[in-house]
């Protein structure tokens, strides 16, 4: 098992920054890919970003490309989500994602850990 564990969501005005990290603990983080998804208000879930188990490889949702910027840090068990030029249509539950498989995937189904969620609301 994988624990995940994502903070650093909350509420800023658009315009504004947050940065949303997510821990790992319990398998070799480095050996997997990880993934950002995100839900809002009664929508589904959808991909946001992805970044292979190096680093060297990085996907991202047309609606977040150029404004939000996937990394990690594999000695720290982290993976990071800066995000940018934030608008109320970022408003959502987002997600930290673990899957077992080096390169990255836009498909939920390809991740096999999921945390808790962190909410970020964007204000107008």
């Known amino acids: 098992q994988m624990q995940l564990v994502e903070s650093g969501g909350g509420l800023v005005q658009a315009g504004g920054s947050l940065r949303l990290s997510c821990v790992a603990s319990g398998r070799t983080f480095s050996t997997y890919a990880m993934g950002w998804f995100r839900q809002a208000p009664g929508k589904e879930r959808e991909f946001a970003a992805a970044i292979s188990w190096s680093g060297g490889s990085t996907n991202y949702a047309d609606s977040v490309k150029g404004r939000f910027t996937i990394s990690r840090g594999n000695a720290k068990n982290t993976v990071y989500l800066q995000m940018n030029d934030l608008k109320p249509e970022d408003t959502a539950v987002y997600y930290c994602?673990?899957?077992?498989?080096?390169?990255?995937?836009?498909?939920?189904?390809?991740?096999?850990?999921w945390g808790q969620g962190t909410q970020v609301t964007v204000s107008s």
């Open positions: 994602a673990a899957a077992r498989t080096l390169l990255t995937s836009t498909r939920e189904q390809a991740y096999d850990y």
